[in-house]
């Protein structure tokens, strides 16, 4: 069974760019999550989606969006790049949805803002 | 205002020992509890969980104890080996449509041959 796949891997950008950043999930999967883990600080909530729906968000600002397409995977926009943005973005996937559950984790997209 | 603490950023242990790894939280609504592991340019690794009515849950080598009056969980490790060196992650969510994972700041364990 395929994991949690994120891209790219890596990505540059310059302060007020817009990164796009994305997600596919484990097969039979519905809901994806996104994370930031900043350098010194443990994984933040950022977002999550079900069934195409933002179901739930983190203390960040709205520059921080995405989506959830049909077939469950994701994307994360962040606009008007910052240097604080500068962190590894991890997403995840559960089978279920509102119930607990583990939830797998894709190898994150490093983010670098210059 | 961090729900989740790990209060210990590194842990040191001999092969064969026992690692203990410790989490405090702060948010009474937590109602499962789970520990990650993640190796440097990988993602975090569901370990073991636990939901609030057990006190206790083993698998293999590992075994999460959950004490809810003092708010207060830990991992043991035994016996440790070198390849349980890794950042282990606490992490405690509310169910329901809250559903979310929060996480603790990471102990990096290390496993002395």
């Known amino acids: 069974e395929a994991g949690v796949t994120q891209s790219p891997t890596h990505l540059i950008k310059t302060r007020g760019q817009q990164a796009t950043l994305r997600c596919s999930p484990i097969s039979g999967h519905t809901s994806v999550y996104w994370y930031q883990q900043a350098l010194g600080l443990g994984l933040q909530f950022l977002l999550w989606y079900d069934e195409g729906e933002e179901r739930n968000r983190g203390n960040f600002p709205p520059r921080f969006s995405g989506r959830q397409f049909p077939n469950y995977s994701s994307e994360l926009n962040v606009n008007a790049l910052e240097l604080e943005d500068s962190a590894l973005y991890l997403c995840?996937?559960?089978?279920?949805?509102?119930?607990?559950?583990?939830?797998?984790f894709g190898p994150g997209t490093r983010l670098t803002v210059t | 205002d961090q729900q989740v603490k790990q209060n210990s950023p590194s842990l040191s242990v001999q092969e064969g020992r026992i690692s203990i790894l410790n989490c405090d939280y702060t948010n009474s609504m937590f109602d499962y509890f789970l520990w990650y592991k993640k190796y440097p340019a990988e993602g975090p690794t569901f370990l073991i969980s636990?939901?609030?009515?057990?006190d206790k849950n083993e698998d293999g080598r590992f075994t999460v104890f959950l004490n809810k009056s003092a708010k207060h969980l830990s991992l043991h490790i035994v016996p440790s080996q070198p390849g349980d060196s890794a950042v282990y992650f606490c992490a405690a969510s509310v169910g329901g449509s809250n559903y979310k994972l929060t996480f603790g700041k990471g102990t990096l364990l290390t496993v002395n041959p």
């Open positions: 995840a996937s559960s089978r279920t949805s509102g119930q607990v559950g583990e939830q797998y």
């Open positions: 636990i939901s609030s009515i057990k």
